[in-house]
């Protein structure tokens, strides 16, 4: 990224609270226009680090740029940021928008500048003709898109949105999330976004930033993070995952469990391992493939443990056979469809096959979250 397309920086910050790190170093960039989400599991850091570019918390170390301009030392309001919180913040005896409007009356706008910007974002975020209704009168769904109007009504640099969605049921948060991602390609505006929700990262974000105990452990585009986990924690965290633990490194890219042996061509960042290294190799339950060629590399006959309906799909626990190892299972995802046409049941036989360039492999020591 060059410096000229950096329109946030954040540099080497940490935040301890008394002898507790909350974050150790981080570090990143966003280009302007770029909609990033900070991913990570509940107490990471990631609304710390929020709050941190927002000015509502003080750094211990480490500076914040906006626009190449140094704004570690600056409380919230001198940063011109738009803040959607977690329970919205809406104040309960103003209107929707008065709400909106409050943080434009405090920039010193006329009544008619006020009025008509509250009528665009009305309109903006389909709430036209819910402007006298208090937060009480409306629902979970509208009382978000409040937030985001009052948020955005300013014009700020940088909009902040601290897990916005988790209040509301799976069918409003699905199109919500849809509605916000469109508003803010519409309106360009650098945006992040924290959530511990996988789903909402991936479908959402330009970029991930996903966060493991204060550190910034792996960022990437959706599809890098999720089809090359850095770490067994973010394979494990982001999505499903299979681990087959206790192989051995015989040669480049081959590896022994048992008495079978995977070749596989994403190691990982584990090439320079000596042979004989000890490895966790990882894939994902919808890459585990069904085959009818036992001559094909990495192909087993395993046998159906459980079946667990899912819809569109059944999610199959499959056990190898004891040449591999007398405990080792792998957990497939197969489509409702193939299942029925192929009559997969419980205690059959299937023969599968691990994809080479679908299986990740991790040393030993790297940790399994």
Not at 30 to 51: M, Q, V
Not at 229 to 244: D, L, Q, R
Not at 270 to 283: D, K, Q
Not at 329 to 346: F, H, M, S, Y
């Amino acid at each position: 990224m060059n410096d000229q397309d950096i329109y946030l920086k954040v540099d080497s910050v940490s935040k301890n609270f008394g002898n507790f790190t909350a974050l150790a170093d981080v570090s990143f960039q966003a280009r302007r226009g770029e909609f990033l989400c900070i991913l990570g599991p509940s107490g990471c850091g990631k609304t710390t680090l929020l709050r941190v570019v927002a000015g509502l918390e003080k750094q211990t170390r480490g500076r914040v740029f906006i626009e190449n301009r140094d704004v570690s030392s600056l409380p919230v309001s001198k940063r011109n940021v738009g803040i959607v919180f977690q329970s919205y913040a809406l104040f309960p005896n103003l209107t929707a928008r008065e709400n909106i409007a409050y943080g434009l009356k405090s920039h010193g706008q006329s009544r008619q500048a006020i009025r008509q910007r509250v009528d665009e974002l009305l309109d903006l975020v389909g709430l036209r003709g819910m402007g006298r209704k208090h937060p009480a009168k409306l629902s979970g769904g509208q009382q978000q898109r409040v937030a985001l109007s009052r948020a955005i009504a300013v014009s700020p640099d940088l909009l902040l949105l601290d897990e916005p969605l988790s209040a509301l049921d799976a069918k409003v948060r699905v199109m919500l999330r849809g509605e916000i991602r469109q508003l803010q390609q519409r309106l360009g505006i650098t945006t992040i976004m924290v959530t511990h929700d996988q789903e909402e990262a991936l479908t959402m974000a330009d970029r991930i930033l996903i966060i493991d105990q204060g550190r910034l452990v792996q960022h990437g585009t959706p599809r890098q993070v999720y089809d090359k986990p850095a770490t067994p924690f973010v394979a494990n965290f982001v999505g499903a995952m299979n681990f087959i633990e206790g192989a051995t490194k015989i040669d480049q890219g081959v590896y022994e469990i048992g008495k079978a042996r995977l070749c596989i061509t994403g190691e990982n960042g584990t090439r320079r391992l000596p042979v004989g290294s000890h490895v966790t190799i990882a894939i994902r339950p919808e890459d585990v493939m069904l085959h009818i060629d036992p001559s094909a590399p990495n192909s087993f006959e395993t046998r159906v443990e459980d079946m667990e309906y899912r819809g569109s799909l059944f999610r199959i626990d499959l056990k190898f056979p004891a040449s591999v190892d007398k405990a080792a299972t792998i957990t497939a995802d197969v489509p409702a469809e193939t299942v029925r046409r192929l009559g997969i049941a419980l205690n059959a036989t299937l023969p599968i096959n691990l994809p080479v360039d679908r299986l990740q492999v991790y040393a030993t020591n790297a940790q399994v979250i």
